[in-house]
């Protein structure tokens, strides 16, 4: 068990080569069954959808396991987002099953599976150069992202499912994003109180995420790099001293190629 542990451990944390392309299938398959979550969420219940969506929350827990068994601090991990959004999405999965009508709430949660995207790009900092270098850019687009599908799931739920399927669901999201850019072209509404509260809730956080995105697109990029005397994390990527304090850093880099 022991030497069992230490291998998976070394797919999960090691440096190898092995290790490297193990992450990258695990990247590939995260953002695979977001966009089938984000695909399937207007799609009517069916046997296949009920399958493959076992099938999945089969391997996520499987996955969602391994992670927990090698993490260095269980609990941390256990109190992270994304960590409680992939425990949702699981027992949604599992669930779906014994719900003979697949109820439109687990549909909203398996859109939870979007907020796994920050663990994606915890992985792709530690791999890619390009995420470390872009990293406040690719959050806001993230931000808004999950903000968008996961509001778009519940005004799917709150005002079009009775009319389900993928033209509802494209409604649904056009409302969305008409609310978010405050467009409002007025063809569709919510004119209940509950769907007047969340316009409200989507223009208010929709510019503010907007403006996040706005800013860290066209500000200077920072890269996040500890200084080691006073604590500073965000420097220019060619910084090789302190703006606060003057000490010097010793910031990766892949050097000039001298053009």
Same mark, same amino acid.
């Given at each position: ?60 827990? $499987? ?25 949702? *999405?699981? *027992?949604?999965?599992? &669930? ?12 909203? &949660?398996?859109? $939870?599976? $979007? ?42 739920? &709150?005002a079009f499912d ?10 649904? $999201?056009?409302?969305? *994003? ?21 316009? *409200?809730?989507i223009m208010v ?55």
């Amino acid at each position: 068990m022991e030497k069992l542990h230490r291998s998976v451990r070394l797919l999960y944390q090691g440096r190898s080569r092995r290790a490297q392309r193990f992450r990258y299938g695990l990247i590939v398959f995260d953002t695979l069954t977001i966009l089938y979550f984000i695909i399937t969420a207007a799609m009517s219940p069916s046997l296949l959808l009920t399958v493959v969506n076992t099938v999945l929350g089969g391997l996520i827990l $499987l996955d969602f396991s391994a992670r927990l068994w090698v993490a260095e601090n269980r609990r941390k991990m256990l109190m992270q987002v994304y960590t409680i959004a992939d425990a949702v *999405v699981i *027992v949604s999965l599992l &669930l779906a099953p014994f719900f003979a009508d697949d109820l439109a709430f687990l549909r909203i &949660l398996r859109g $939870l599976r $979007l907020i796994h995207s920050y663990h994606l790009i915890r992985d792709l900092r530690r791999e890619s150069r390009f995420f470390r270098l872009h990293e406040d850019a690719v959050y806001a687009a993230v931000n808004l992202f999950v903000f968008i599908f996961v509001t778009t799931s519940f005004v799917f739920v &709150l005002a079009f499912d009775d009319r389900a399927g993928i033209a509802a669901y494209v409604d649904a $999201l056009y409302y969305t *994003v008409a609310t978010l850019t405050t467009t409002g072209f007025g063809d569709i509404t919510l004119p209940t109180t509950g769907g007047k509260l969340l316009s *409200v809730f989507i223009m208010v956080v929709g510019v503010a995420l907007f403006v996040q995105l706005a800013r860290a697109i066209f500000q200077p990029s920072k890269v996040h790099y500890k200084c080691p005397e006073c604590g500073l994390t965000r420097h220019d990527p060619d910084a090789i001293h302190c703006k606060h304090c003057g000490t010097s850093l010793k910031i990766e880099t892949e050097g000039s190629d001298g053009n």
